[in-house]
């Protein structure tokens, strides 16, 4: 770990005098909300179990805040962000703050959805205050992506945290929990206040966890598959599988066999089953013969 004086990382002045000095005003848009609170970051870093061998790639890293403590703890922090003038900014914060560390990071400045490969060594953990809007799809872009990434810890939306961490028969269990659970165990991981983040959100936000699994789900269907039936059966939640699964299966009959072949009863609904069910319908889907 690095001998890093503890003024090196970002506080509410800091955050506030980097902006005005780029012309920065956080979006909407984009959901940018900064941390301004050096201890909530280090919280995260000691929550996301960082070592000192950890090639930790961060997502919407902002002014810096998350990036300088993941420094401390980590080998290399890669940092993703999209916005033109942040992008630019953040390595000249790197070396100003922390220039002991400066040659263990590395920026890439691109949209999130986009990336498909990242500099240096292969990432171990993805550790990112993810915006609101685009929060699950960067996470399970991310997780498919880099195989290699064996743990994460996000910081979002608390009702986002909430539908990832879900579990099956939870009235917010859905696509997202599914599919992050085909990746990883997925479990909340703490509650973040208001008051650390400039501008405050009108929203409380939480951590989430993923170790991802150490093997990957047994069965013949691939992920692709799998996600197929999930989609189908949350589309129309309300309806028992044998309904919501007839446009995926060709016909309710056909969703029907399939179900009782995976050993599913066709009255259940998608929010009633494991991943491993949803792979195991997946594993039945019917041939459609082509005339």
């Not at 498909?116 to 498919?144: I, Q, S």
């Not at 399939?258 to 009255?267: E, K, N, T």
């Amino acid at each position: 770990m690095s001998s890093t004086e503890p003024d090196a990382l970002l506080g509410p002045a800091d955050i506030r005098d980097l902006a005005a000095t780029l012309g920065v005003r956080p979006t909407k848009q984009r959901g940018q909300n900064f941390v301004i609170d050096a201890n909530t970051v280090r919280r995260i870093v000691r929550t996301a179990e960082v070592r000192p061998d950890d090639v930790v790639v961060e997502v919407g890293p902002g002014l810096g805040s998350l990036t300088l403590a993941l420094l401390e703890a980590a080998d290399r922090v890669i940092a993703v962000e999209i916005d033109d003038v942040l992008a630019a900014a953040l390595p000249a914060t790197v070396n100003a703050r922390m220039p002991e560390r400066a040659d263990r990071f590395a920026l890439v400045h691109s949209d999130a959805m986009l990336v498909t490969e990242l500099p240096g060594p292969a990432p171990t953990a993805l550790v990112a205050n993810l915006p609101y809007n685009v929060a699950v799809p960067v996470l399970l872009t991310m997780l498919e992506r880099f195989p290699s990434i064996e743990r994460t810890l996000v910081m979002v939306q608390s009702e986002v945290a909430d539908r990832l961490a879900a579990r099956p028969g939870n009235k917010v269990y859905g696509v997202p929990s599914v599919k992050a659970n085909w990746y990883a165990d997925v479990k909340r991981a703490g509650a973040i206040g208001r008051n650390v983040f400039w501008p405050a959100p009108n929203v409380d936000s939480g951590l989430v966890s993923l170790v991802r699994r150490t093997e990957p789900l047994a069965t013949k269907a691939s992920r692709a598959e799998v996600f197929a039936v999930v989609d189908a059966a949350f589309a129309q939640r309300r309806k028992t599988l044998r309904a919501a699964l007839s446009g995926w299966a060709g016909s309710a009959p056909a969703a029907e066999a399939a179900l009782v072949a995976a050993g599913i009863s066709p009255q259940a609904r998608g929010e009633a089953l494991t991943v491993e069910e949803f792979a195991a319908i997946a594993e039945h889907k019917p041939e459609v013969s082509s005339r």
